[in-house]
C-alpha cells in the first residue's frame, strides 16, 4: 500500500511486437482495416481495439495514457502533445458559451491566460479565487458554473488545495472538479480524493528530462472517449496530438518517476529547513510553518515527500537576478523556466513563468519581486549544493 500508485505503473505487463520488453513504437499515422464494415464502425466509436488515424490515437499513446492512469487511480487518460494541450480541450469540452468557471487565482501563467483572455472569446467566465477558502468557492457558484479548476499545489506560490474539499462542494452543486496535479505527481493523487479529472504537464516531473512538452487527461472512460470522439471532441478537433516516438520516450521515463520523486523531495525537504533556519522567508510545503502542511500531510502518499519545488523570497528583483546568475556561474543549477530536471532550475516567477498576471493581481496574492521559484535537482550530494548556496548568498548579503 505504501508504494501506491508506483507499484501500479510497475505492474503493468508489456510485450513487444517481438517480446521485447517495451511494446514496439507504432509507427504509422493511418491503419489499414481489413472490412470497410469495421472502419464505418470505428468512425462511429464503435469499434474497440481498432486503430483509425493517428490523431484520434495510437498504440504508444494508448500504452502511455494506461500507465498514466494507473498512476492516478482513474480509468483512463489521453495524452496530448502539451500540457496546455491537455488542459485547453478539457475546458472547452465541458463549457459552452455562458458557462462560468471557478479558478483558483494562483495558477499556471498560461492557464490563467487562456481563462482569463482566450475563453471570453467564446463567452465562457471565470472566478479567480482564493481556493483555499472553501466558503468563497462555494459561495461564488453560479447557475452557469461547470468547473472547479485548481493546481493540487500552486504554481508558483505553493499553496495547496483541499481536494476532499473541493470534491465535496463539486458533488453538491453537480460540477466537475479539475485538478492539476504537475507540481505533486505520485505524492499527491486528486482522483483517489475526489477531483473528476486530473491533468498533468508531462513537460516537467514525469518525463523529467527537459527534452519534450507533453500532456496528459486522466478521467472516466466516457469523459476520454468524448475528447477524443470524431464529431465532437475537443482533444480530437484541436488536434494537439502526442507523437507516437515521444509517447514511447515518456513511457521510460515515467517508470523512474518514484525514485527521482524521493530525491527531489528529501533534496528540496534539506534546502528548504537550512533556508528557513538561516532566516529566510521559504516556502516548502513540507515545513511546519507552511499554512498547508497539515492539509498537504492528510492528503499525500507519504512515501514520495512533499515535492521538489520551493520558494525563498530574497526582497528584490535585481537580488533574486544576481543572486540566480551567481548560482548557475557557480554550477548549482540552471537560470530556466520548467521544473522536474535533474539539474536544480531556478527562475523569479514574477517576471517570467506568471508575467501573464497583471502586477497588481501579482500583488494581491502574494507573488512578491524577489521570489525565487526552485525546482530542486537530483543532487547526490544536497548538503555541498546548500553550502555553495549558502556562500552565494553571504557574498551577496542576502545572509
Ligand atoms: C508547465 C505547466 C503547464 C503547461 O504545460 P506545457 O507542457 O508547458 O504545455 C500547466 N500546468 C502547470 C502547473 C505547469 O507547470
Do not use: W
Not at 98 to 125: M, V
Not at 165 to 171: E, Q
Not at 334 to 356: D, W
Not at 365 to 375: A, K, P, Q, T, V
Amino acid at each position: 500500500m505504501a508504494f501506491k500508485p508506483a507499484n501500479s505503473i510497475q505492474d503493468l505487463q508489456y510485450f513487444g511486437e517481438f517480446g521485447g520488453v517495451n511494446p514496439s513504437i507504432s509507427d504509422s499515422s493511418t491503419y489499414t482495416f481489413l472490412s470497410a464494415k469495421t472502419m464505418f464502425d470505428t468512425f462511429e466509436g464503435n469499434a474497440d481495439g481498432c486503430y483509425l488515424y493517428s490523431r484520434h490515437s495510437t498504440p504508444s499513446n494508448l500504452y502511455l495514457g494506461e500507465a498514466l492512469a494507473a498512476m492516478e487511480g482513474t480509468e483512463t487518460a489521453n495524452v496530448s502533445a502539451s500540457g496546455m494541450g491537455a488542459i485547453t480541450p478539457v475546458v472547452l469540452q465541458l463549457c459552452g458559451a455562458g458557462d462560468h468557471i471557478i479558478s483558483s487565482r494562483t495558477i499556471y501563467g498560461g492557464t490563467y491566460a487562456f481563462l482569463k483572455n482566450f475563453a471570453p472569446k467564446f463567452n465562457i467566465e471565470t472566478s479567480f479565487v482564493d481556493i483555499t477558502k472553501l466558503d468563497i468557492v462555494e459561495a461564488s457558484i453560479t447557475e452557469n458554473t461547470k468547473i472547479i479548476y485548481c493546481e493540487s499545489v500552486s504554481n508558483p506560490l505553493l499553496e495547496v488545495a483541499d481536494i476532499k474539499g473541493l470534491a465535496k462542494i463539486a458533488k453538491r452543486h453537480n460540477l466537475k472538479l479539475v485538478v492539476d496535479n504537475t507540481f505533486s505527481p505520485l505524492s499527491i493523487s486528486p482522483a483517489t480524493l475526489g477531483a473528476d479529472i486530473v491533468i498533468h504537464s508531462l513537460t516537467k516531473f514525469i518525463n523529467g528530462s527537459s527534452d519534450t512538452v507533453g500532456g496528459v487527461v486522466c478521467g472516466t472512460q466516457d469523459f476520454i472517449d468524448e475528447l477524443r470522439n470524431v464529431n465532437d471532441g475537443a482533444s480530437m478537433l484541436f488536434g494537439s496530438t502526442m507523437d507516437s516516438l515521444r509517447a514511447a520516450s515518456v513511457l521510460k521515463n515515467l517508470r523512474t518517476l518514484h525514485i527521482r520523486m524521493q530525491q527531489h523531495s528529501k533534496n528540496a525537504l534539506y534546502l528548504a529547513r537550512k533556508f528557513e533556519a538561516d532566516g529566510l522567508k521559504t516556502v516548502y510545503p513540507g515545513l511546519k510553518s507552511h499554512p498547508c502542511h497539515e492539509l498537504f500531510k492528510s492528503m499525500m502518499n507519504e512515501a514520495y515527500g512533499f515535492g521538489g519545488m520551493l520558494t525563498i523570497d530574497v526582497g528584490t528583483l535585481e537580488k533574486a537576478n544576481e543572486l540566480m546568475e551567481l548560482m548557475q556561474n557557480k554550477n548549482l543549477g540552471y537560470l530556466a523556466v520548467s521544473l522536474g530536471f535533474y539539474k536544480t532550475l531556478f527562475s523569479a516567477p514574477g517576471s517570467s513563468t506568471s508575467s501573464e498576471i497583471p502586477e497588481d493581481e501579482q500583488k494581491k496574492m502574494g507573488l512578491s519581486d524577489g521570489l525565487i521559484r526552485f525546482s530542486i535537482g537530483l543532487d547526490a550530494d544536497i548538503e555541498r549544493t546548500y553550502k555553495v548556496m549558502r556562500e552565494c548568498m553571504v557574498e551577496l548579503s542576502i545572509l
